[in-house]
T-cell receptor
Framework: EADIYQTPRYLVIGTGKKITLECSQTMGHDKMYWYQQDPGMELHLIHYSYGVNSTEKGDLSSESTVSRIRTEHFPLTLESARPSHTSQYLC???????????FGQGTRLTVV | AQRVTQPEKLLSVFKGAPVELKCNYSYSGSPELFWYVQYSRQRLQLLLRHISRESIKGFTADLNKGETSFHLKKPFAQEEDSAMYYCALAGGTYKYIFGTGTRLKVLA
């Protein structure tokens, strides 16, 4: 079934650890996005990609990095997690030329 | 500055009452406006967009360029409408700008 998947759904990790949040979509979409959302706040775009080997930083500065080696895969990495990285991370994808975005279930990250 | 403002964090209405979720935007060009909804324990999903001019689940939204608003309305609220609603704007590069969201609670 065509969908967009995020793993893990929940992650509690210690300060200084390296983590990778996974995002995969089986919809054949070229564009993919990462949003960060703190409780009660708006979604902020932190990374986006228009296709393989294309990545751009979003409007909100983030210490995370992303890669797009395959169309369907858009992982986000934090080299050294800090408590300030505690947040919900939402992955989304869309088709070039269309503006509707499809969202994953999100990863709730807690850094202790 | 590009911005989407949803002034109400929480809106409580009784079942059968009219609902209006407010959204105002600031954008220099001609944006596309959307409403996304997130039901409890479900993912964020598109509810409707201004270019479609359609009614989804009884909800409608009209883009008012003069007032830079895109309010979401429903004449008779139902309990299953209880959810988090986000107004969003897509600009020329199709990057979304989201509002802070309004939690709608429909009381029995």
């Amino acid at each position: 079934e065509a969908d967009i998947y995020q793993t893990p759904r929940y992650l509690v990790i210690g300060t200084g650890k390296k983590i990778t949040l996974e995002c995969s979509q089986t919809m054949g979409h070229d564009k993919m996005y990462w949003y960060q959302q703190d409780p009660g706040m708006e979604l902020h775009l932190i990374h986006y990609s228009y296709g393989v080997n294309s990545t751009e930083k979003g409007d909100l500065s983030s210490e995370s990095t992303v890669s797009r080696i395959r169309t369907e895969h858009f992982p986000l990495t934090l080299e050294s997690a800090r408590p300030s990285h505690t947040s919900q991370y939402l992955c989304a994808s869309s088709v070039v030329g269309k503006t509707e975005a499809f969202f994953g279930q999100g990863t709730r990250l807690t850094v202790v | 500055a590009q911005r989407v403002t949803q002034p109400e964090k929480l809106l409580s209405v009784f079942k059968g009452a009219p609902v209006e979720l407010k959204c105002n935007y600031s954008y220099s060009g001609s944006p596309e406006l959307f409403w996304y909804v997130q039901y409890s324990r479900q993912r964020l999903q598109l509810l409707l967009r201004h270019i479609s001019r359609e009614s989804i689940k009884g909800f409608t939204a009209d883009l008012n360029k003069g007032e830079t608003s895109f309010h979401l309305k429903k004449p008779f609220a139902q309990e299953e409408d209880s959810a988090m609603y986000y107004c969003a704007l897509a600009g020329g590069t199709y990057k979304y700008i989201f509002g802070t969201g309004t939690r709608l609670k429909v009381l029995a």
